[in-house]
Nanobody, 115 residues
Framework: QVQLVESGGGLMQPGGSLRLSCLAS????????MGWYRQAPGKQRELVAR???????EYAASVKGRSTISRDNNKNTVYLQMNSLKPEDTAVYYC?????????WGQGTQVTVSS
């Protein structure tokens, strides 16, 4: 079992940056994949970025080049840094952990990009 708690959301300016954090309730070193997903109103949840246990990242085309996912196993935390924010980045961002064929989700953090 893994509990995930996201933080770092809020109202952001277009062109600005955000850093989301996801704190896990246990050691993440053995978790296969940790990632960030987002869901905008009226849309399906979509992958933003994910990172493997060996630190190999994968990004959605919509955020590639302006986002960085990282994990600090010592702090049981995964981060998402996103730059050059756009209004279309507005969504609820969810942390995800996938391990031993089980999937866990955080409660989400709202990110709103608006002037």
């Amino acid at each position: 079992q893994v509990q995930l708690v996201e933080s770092g959301g809020g109202l952001m300016q277009p062109g600005g940056s955000l850093r989301l954090s996801c704190l896990a309730s246990r050691d993440i070193g053995s978790i296969n994949t940790m990632g960030w997903y987002r869901q905008a109103p009226g849309k399906q949840r979509e992958l933003v970025a994910r990172i493997s246990s060996i630190g190999s990242p994968e990004y959605a085309a919509s955020v590639k080049g302006r986002s960085t996912i990282s994990r600090d196993n010592n702090k049981n935390t995964v981060y998402l840094q996103m730059n050059s924010l756009k209004p279309e980045d507005t969504a609820v961002y969810y942390c995800n952990a996938f391990t031993h064929s089980m999937e866990y989700w955080g409660q989400g953090t709202q990110v709103t990009v608006s002037s």
